[in-house]
């Protein structure tokens, strides 16, 4: 019903940036909160910055300072500005959301496919 599609992933050197994006389509929806999560090769998924609907924002410790989650409601997207780029945050990233569909309010909390980044050194 609700499909969720990041892009921007890459390659970098460390010490560089990229801009995640995560865009929210398909049945109408309200949207509580969004998210990035991500998962290196042989870790299991971990969470690093979420945003509610008001505003409020947590980050992982390992990106505070580094990262920055915001979003554009009108166009139901979440961004992730990732900077000072380092190799262990080599990963796959995901955004998810908790959403509720707006002719049922089903609750619902969809996960998207997941963008590589990879960081050299």
């Known amino acids: 019903q609700v499909q969720l599609v990041e892009s921007g992933g890459g390659l970098v050197q460390a010490g560089g940036s990229l801009r995640l994006s995560c865009a929210a389509s398909?049945?109408?929806?309200?949207?509580?909160?969004m998210g990035w999560y991500r998962q290196a090769p042989g870790k299991q998924r971990e969470l690093v910055a979420t945003?509610?609907?008001?505003?409020?924002?947590n980050y992982a410790d390992s990106v505070k300072g580094r990262f920055t989650i915001s979003r554009d409601s009108a166009k139901d997207t979440v961004y992730l500005q990732m900077n000072s780029l380092k190799p262990e945050d080599t990963a796959v990233y995901y955004c998810?959301?908790?959403?509720?569909?707006?002719?049922?309010?089903?609750?619902?909390?969809?996960w998207g496919q997941g963008t590589q980044v990879t960081v050299s050194s």
């Open positions: 998810n959301a908790d959403l509720s569909v707006r002719a049922t309010m089903t609750p619902l909390r969809p």
């Open positions: 945003i509610t609907n008001g505003g409020r924002i």
């Open positions: 398909g049945s109408r929806f309200i949207i509580n909160a």
